[in-house]
T-cell receptor, first 111, second 111 residues
Framework: ETGVTQSPTHLIKTRGQQVTLRCSSQ?????VSWYQQALGQGPQFIFQ???????GRGNFPPRFSGLQFPNYSSELNVNALELDDSALYLC??????????FGPGTRLTVT | KQEVTQIPAALSVPEGENLVLNCSFT??????LQWFRQDPGKGLTSLLLIQSSQREQTSGRLNASLDKSSGRSTLYIAASQPGDSATYLC??????????FGQGTILTVHP
């Protein structure tokens, strides 16, 4: 059974640029949730995708958007990057609202 | 608004000591409460998950309790070891599966 994977591991972007982060869900899971974790803070919920539809959103602006594909993998897109977007981005997969399993995260640095 | 608070923010103990980490939550409509471990710069490892109908869960040297009426959970670590040094996060789950995290407790166990 393959766990949750994320790519890339690290990346550095410049303020104003756009970025796409990817997440492959665990086999048998149909739901992906994304979280942002700033340094020294707990993760904050961004949004969740269930069967390719957004199924709940946290307090993040519209420049944070996502997609879920038929194979249940997912992308997180962030437009017009700001310095405060620097964080560890975590995705978690689950079967519907069952227990979430987390990937290793993508460390994004915005300069 | 859901809030999760963890006390203390940091804890340093000598090896072998028993310790308790505290988590409080405000939403009484809790679905479950989960404890995670996070090593520096890494993803989240689930330690224990307590369903709302349960009072406690145990795994090895770890025991987690849940008191819905008071909005509190505790994580008890017996006979602490240097390898237990990490950040410990609690998260409550409500409704469709969104996790609301505390800010974490940074644990250092010194030899």
């Amino acid at each position: 059974e393959t766990g949750v994977t994320q790519s890339p591991t690290h990346l550095i972007k410049t303020r104003g640029q756009q970025v796409t982060l990817r997440c492959s869900s665990q086999s048998g899971h149909n739901t992906v949730s994304w979280y942002q974790q700033a340094l020294g803070q707990g993760p904050q919920f961004i949004f969740q995708y269930y069967r390719e539809e957004e199924n709940g959103r946290g307090n993040f602006p519209p420049r944070f958007s996502g997609l879920q594909f038929p194979n249940y993998s997912s992308e997180l897109n962030v437009n017009a990057l700001e310095l405060d977007d620097s964080a560890l981005y975590l995705c978690a997969s689950s079967w519907a609202s069952d227990q979430q399993y987390f990937g290793p995260g993508t460390r994004l640095t915005v300069t | 608004k859901q809030e999760v608070t963890q006390i203390p923010a940091a804890l340093s103990v000598p090896e072998g000591e028993n310790l308790v980490l505290n988590c409080s939550f405000t939403d009484s409509a809790i679905y479950n409460l989960q404890w995670f471990r996070q090593d520096p710069g890494k993803g989240l490892t689930s330690l224990l998950l307590i369903q709302s109908s349960q009072r406690e869960q145990t795994s090895g040297r770890l025991n987690a309790s849940l008191d819905k009426s008071s909005g509190r959970s505790t994580l008890y670590i017996a006979a602490s070891q240097p390898g237990d040094s990490a950040t410990y996060l609690c998260a409550e789950k409500t409704s469709y599966g969104k996790l609301t995290f505390g800010q974490g407790t940074i644990l250092t166990v010194h030899p």
